[in-house]
C-alpha cells in the first residue's frame, strides 16, 4: 500500500503542477515560469538534500552526470512550458508523459533486455502520441488547431530530452541520492532562467502567475519525495500509478478550464496510459 500511496502522492502532485505551470506560463511565458518554479522547488528540495548529506565515495563523475541530468530537465521543462502556453494541456501532458517510454527506449537500444511486453508498450504510446498530436476537436478554429500543433512538437522535443534526463539521473540516483537530483534540477532552473532574466530586466513577476509558478515549483518537487516514498517498497507499482499525473491533469483541465479534446485524441491518450503501464510492468519483470 505504501507504493500505491506514495504514487498517487507523486501523481496528484505532478497532475496539479502541470495545471498551475499552464496559468503561469500563459501569463508570463516559459523562461520567467521556469525561474519560478526553479526557486519554488529549491524551497522544498535544498533543506532536504543538506540533511540527506553527501554520500561517501562520490566521484566529480557522479556530480557532471547529476549537472547533466539537470541540465536535460531544465531544457525540458522550458519546452513543456512552451508548450503549455500554446495549446491544450491534455495535448501536452499525453505527450510528455512518454519520457518513461523514451527512457526505457534508450536502456534497450543500449542492450537492455527487449521483451514482447515493452514491444508493445512502446507501440501503444508512440501511436497515442500520434493522435493526440494530430487530432482535432470539433469546436477548434484554424488557429486553436495551429497553436495544438506547435504545442505538440514542443512536447515531443520536451519527451525526448525528459526521456534522456531520465535515464542519465535514474543511473547516477542511487550513487549520490535522490534529492540532489532533484535539487540540481532546480537551481539550475534558477541560474539559467531567473538570474540572466533578472539581469536584463525581464523576469517577469506579475501576479496571479508568480504564485502559480512557485506553487508548481513546490508540488513538483514534492510529488517527487512522494515517489521516492513508494519506491522504496515498489518501485515498479509507484511508478505506475504516479505516471497518471497525464490523467489527473486531463481531468483537471476538461473540468476548471473547460478544454474539449476530440474521441482521437481522448483514445490517444488511453493509448498512452495503457503502453506506459505496460512498459512500467516490463522493468520489473
Not at 271 to 285: C, E, P, Q, W
Request: aromatic share 8%; net charge positive; proline share 2%.
Amino acid at each position: 500500500m505504501i507504493a500505491v500511496f506514495g504514487g498517487l502522492i507523486a501523481a496528484a502532485a505532478w497532475g496539479c503542477s502541470t495545471i498551475f505551470a499552464s496559468r503561469s506560463a500563459r501569463q508570463i511565458g516559459a523562461e520567467s515560469t521556469l525561474g519560478w518554479v526553479g526557486i519554488g522547488g529549491a524551497i522544498v528540495i535544498t533543506p532536504i538534500a543538506l540533511i540527506y548529506g553527501i554520500k561517501p565515495g562520490t566521484e566529480w563523475t557522479d556530480w557532471a552526470l547529476v549537472l547533466l541530468g539537470a541540465a536535460g530537465s531544465v531544457i525540458g521543462l522550458r519546452f513543456t512550458y512552451k508548450a503549455l502556453s500554446q495549446g491544450k494541456v491534455g495535448v501536452v501532458v499525453a505527450i510528455t508523459s512518454t519520457e518513461g517510454a523514451i527512457a526505457a527506449a534508450i536502456a534497450f537500444a543500449l542492450g537492455a533486455p527487449f521483451g514482447l511486453l515493452a514491444g508493445v508498450g512502446i507501440m501503444l504510446a508512440t501511436l497515442g502520441v500520434a493522435a493526440v498530436g494530430l487530432g482535432r476537436h470539433a469546436s477548434d478554429s484554424a488557429e486553436a488547431v495551429r497553436d495544438s500543433r506547435k504545442a505538440a512538437v514542443n512536447a515531443s522535443v520536451a519527451a525526448a530530452v525528459f526521456g534522456s534526463s531520465l535515464y542519465v539521473s535514474g543511473d547516477v540516483a542511487a550513487r549520490v541520492g535522490p534529492p540532489w537530483v532533484v535539487m540540481g534540477a532546480r537551481w539550475l532552473g534558477i541560474l539559467a532562467m531567473a538570474v540572466p532574466q533578472l539581469a536584463r530586466g525581464k523576469f517577469s513577476a506579475a501576479r496571479p502567475a508568480v504564485y502559480f509558478a512557485l506553487l508548481a515549483g513546490c508540488l513538483e518537487s514534492g510529488g517527487f519525495l512522494g515517489f521516492l516514498w513508494g519506491a522504496e517498497a515498489n518501485i515498479g507499482i509507484a511508478a505506475v500509478v504516479a505516471t497518471q499525473y497525464a490523467t489527473i491533469a486531463t481531468l483537471i483541465s476538461w473540468v476548471v478550464l473547460r478544454e474539449r479534446l476530440s474521441r482521437v485524441q481522448l483514445g490517444g491518450i488511453a493509448a498512452v496510459v495503457v503502453g506506459v503501464i505496460l512498459l512500467s510492468f516490463a522493468g520489473t519483470t
